[in-house]
């Protein structure tokens, strides 16, 4: 079960970062499946060579997204885990 109340408050700590709420609410969106387990893999871009990435992810941070921001832990091939971060607006969907 979706929280909405906590679909909402990161949809708006997260608004400054698109030029639409609807953007900001479908990425907002994503997140939450994402730390709830319903997603386990990410794509985004990475800022510095412009490439898309893709991660495995064990585990997403959501305290603080107000930054732009998301902190996660990612599985390499190898079964190690590392501490990673991406900017919401760069996140795939």
Do not use: C, P
């Given at each position: 079960?979706?929280?909405?109340?906590?679909?909402?408050?990161?949809a708006h700590?997260?608004?400054?970062?698109?030029?639409?709420?609807?953007?900001?609410?479908?990425?907002?969106?994503?997140?939450?499946k994402i730390?709830?387990?319903?997603?386990?893999?990410?794509?985004?871009?990475?800022?510095?060579?412009?490439?898309?990435?893709?991660?495995?992810?064990?585990?997403?941070?959501?305290?603080?997204?107000?930054?732009?921001?998301?902190?996660?832990?990612?599985?390499?091939e190898n079964?190690?885990?590392?501490?990673?971060?991406?900017?919401?607006?760069?996140?795939?969907?």
């Amino acid at each position: 079960m979706y929280n909405k109340s906590k679909l909402f408050k990161i949809a708006h700590s997260i608004r400054t970062h698109f030029e639409t709420f609807g953007q900001a609410l479908k990425t907002a969106w994503a997140l939450l499946k994402i730390s709830l387990g319903r997603i386990n893999s990410i794509s985004f871009e990475k800022k510095s060579t412009g490439g898309v990435r893709t991660a495995k992810i064990e585990r997403l941070f959501l305290g603080d997204v107000s930054n732009g921001a998301v902190k996660f832990i990612e599985v390499l091939e190898n079964g190690q885990t590392q501490f990673r971060n991406f900017r919401v607006e760069l996140l795939k969907l």
